[in-house]
């Protein structure tokens, strides 16, 4: 009989020593595993894309544009140089090039570069630079878009668009508008792509196309 009591009285021991785990809580905060699932996570949530990079830099050459801040702006420029294009055809020898320091001597002075030939009519475009950019760069408020694409074109017109074909390595941001004004029922919408190559890990503008319809 005793030995019964024996067993008896050791099961319950066990019994109640059982629930006492099971009941004890553990704080999450100081699980090795809650750490670890911590420390991974954290630089995936702060991790940014490509496209975010070149998007977060076209804002900044938009709006050094827009404020005529030209001394911020040339601090994006490839020390290649910047092609302007006035339609999404680029053609290098017919359109003009500038350097940083090129730019802020020309957009002080009154002279005129042939910038390509206006559609339709193919007359040379003869502009300085502060009226080409009021023409072609500045014309719709970019920074403040429809719509904004990263390596994508929103819209097209006749003109064939060749930026891969020129900048084979580079990435560009698009700003467009359907339209500017109701009446045009859209046929006044306007594109504007910012061109970047990467350098050393940073990337750099090389070329500002500018579409809209063409004939």
Partial sequence: MKQINFYVWIMVIVFVFSACIRDKKVDPALSDTSQTAIIQASPKAEKYTKADTVKAVGQEVILAFERKDYT?????FSTKGVLFSPYANLAPRKQVKLTGEEFLAAIKSKQVYKWGEYDGTGEE?????ADYLQKFVTKAPFSEAEAISFDAVM???????NIWKIFPEAHYVE???SGIDPQYEGMDWTSLRLVFECIDDEYYLVAVVQDQWTV
């Fill in 175 to 177: 700003y467009h508008f």
């Fill in 125 to 129: 475009i003869k502009l300085t630079l």
């Fill in 72 to 76: 911020e702006l040339v601090k994006y």
């Fill in 155 to 161: 819209k097209k017109g006749n003109t064939i668009d």
